[in-house]
Each structure stands twice: as C-alpha cells, then as structure tokens.
Nanobody, 122 residues
C-alpha cells in the first residue's frame, strides 16, 4: 500500500502562498484518492481538500474554497495543494492521506503521512 510523504510547509506572511506536495513513497497514487487535512493546536483535525481517484473530481472545505487548489501530476506520483491568500487561521500541521479507490467520507482515508507545518504570520 502507498505511504504518503508531505513536503513544502513553512512560514509565510498573511496574503502569501505556499505549495504543499504529497509523494507516494515507493509507488504511485494509481487507484488512490488523496486528501489533505489540517490540525491546529488545540483543535480537531479537519478536512481541507480531496481528489477522487476515478474522475479527478475535487472537493474543498468551505473555509478554503477559492483559495486552495488540489491537483495531481499526470504520472500520479504527487498530489499538490496550492495555498493562496493565506490567513493566520490557516496555521496548522497539514497532513496528506490516501484511500484506495474512490472515497465517500473523511473516514475512508486510512493511510497518513507525518504532516508538514504551515505557519502564517499576521
């Protein structure tokens, strides 16, 4: 099974941009849906965005819609999350997760990366 590995976090000023990458260690994301979640200190982990394996459709949390974009490369080795117009409340550890096949709920994602820190200063 695939092991997601995140990269690309960092410190950015409010209004800035970052690109997070999720690589499939040792293989590709062929047949896997991939999602991004985030967890801020003291908060529950929350859904951010997901890309469905079969048709490439995407879904976003309302809080990031219009600012974040999830995409995958043609070879299906990497899924990226483009973060634009960042706000201090976007500060969190961002996790990449994978689910075999299509997905229906956040609980379907059972293969997790270690996370990457995103910090947005005001």
């Amino acid at each position: 099974q695939v092991q997601p590995v995140e990269s690309g976090g960092g410190l950015v000023q409010a209004g800035g941009s970052l690109t997070l990458s999720c690589a499939a260690s040792g293989r590709t994301f062929e047949s896997y849906s991939v999602a991004w979640f985030r967890q801020a200190p003291g908060n529950e982990r929350e859904f951010v965005a997901a890309l469905t394996w079969s048709d490439g459709s995407t879904r976003y949390a309302d809080s990031v819609k219009g600012r974040f974009t999830i995409s995958r490369d043609i070879a299906k080795t990497t899924v990226s999350l483009q973060l634009n117009n960042l706000k201090p409340e976007d500060t969190a550890v961002y996790f990449c997760a994978a689910a075999y096949g299509d997905w229906a709920t956040s609980d379907d994602f059972g293969l997790w990366g270690q996370g990457t820190q995103v910090t947005v200063s005001s």
